[in-house]
């Protein structure tokens, strides 16, 4: 099954004028994305203008509380959203904390019909993979948008060249995660480029085969989305320190990146429709 393309508006957040994705307005990046065979847009507002485009909208958002959870999904469903990813609490929320979390967002999401997913995120109760899995361990229910860089990365998962060992262990999470957003880390950097030298590509193209594959065994009659997240360094004021820049003295404050991110999104497109291949020929089992 080919994963169904969206793109987070992040993506398309300040590209240079040479960029493939560059346009004069938002309007007229969502009008080019068809074209490339995206149907939606991940976003944190706006979405009433992205369904106008003629494309799914998909919320962002985050829920500091698990007495918000109510509230900030009824919003999400009266604004017609398709499903919801989040960045949940802190990453250091107590596990009684955690539990409350879950609790409210799976009783909020089955009270409105709508699918809320959890973003795997530095920063948040996912931050940490062991902890992430013990949570799923007390809520099957739990459902990811699933973020792998911020554990590449923050967890160094090839540390001593152990990456292939210790993907395996990931498994109730990725069987869990029917959106994967696209983008490659290294052990040292968040977003590297796509065809960047060393094993990050093999890496990332690995665990997103895997998640199609557990996935498919999980559930297979429901599509499973692949949405390309590249943040810039710099947008505005805004300083994420993401993308990769060299110095240019000319360039908005000094700094200019190094990689296209909209024509690297769509080459993370190809690499993920090649692992959904792949998937479908995998001997795995999803394992509880």
Not at 157 to 181: A, E, H, I, K, T
Not at 230 to 239: F, I, Q
């Amino acid at each position: 099954m080919t994963p169904v393309r969206l793109i987070a508006q992040a993506t398309l957040e300040g590209l240079p004028r040479g960029s493939l994705g560059a346009r004069e307005t938002r309007e007229a990046q969502w009008a080019m994305l068809p074209a490339h065979g995206i149907s939606g847009v991940l976003a944190w507002s706006d979405w009433a203008a992205i369904r106008a485009a003629g494309l799914v909208p998909h919320a962002m958002g985050r829920l500091d509380s698990p007495d918000d959870a109510e509230s900030l999904l009824a919003a999400h469903v009266d604004a017609g959203v398709a499903s919801t990813t989040l960045h949940v609490g802190t990453a250091f929320d107590e596990d009684d904390t955690l539990d409350r979390f879950a609790g409210a967002l799976l009783e909020a999401s089955v009270r409105r019909g709508h699918r809320v997913l959890l973003e795997t995120h530095r920063a948040t109760v996912t931050q940490d993979p062991w902890r992430t899995l013990r949570w799923v361990e007390r809520f099957p229910d739990l459902r990811f948008s699933l973020d792998a860089s911020h554990w590449v990365v923050g967890g160094e998962l090839d540390y001593g060249g152990g990456f292939s060992d210790r993907l395996p262990l990931f498994d109730p999470v990725l069987r869990r995660s029917p959106m994967v957003q696209g983008r490659i880390a290294s052990g040292g950097a968040i977003q590297v480029a796509v065809n960047d030298p060393g094993p990050w590509q093999a890496h990332a193209t690995a665990l997103w085969t895997r998640a199609f594959a557990l996935r498919r065994h999980e559930a297979p009659n429901q599509a499973i989305a692949f949405c390309p997240e590249l943040l810039p360094h710099v947008a505005g004021d805004a300083w994420f320190g993401y993308a990769p820049v060299c110095r240019r003295d000319d360039a908005p404050h000094g700094l200019e990146e190094t990689t296209d991110r909209f024509a690297e999104a769509l080459r993370l497109f190809d690499l993920a429709d090649a692992c959904a291949v792949s998937a479908v020929d995998s001997p795995l089992e999803p394992s509880r």
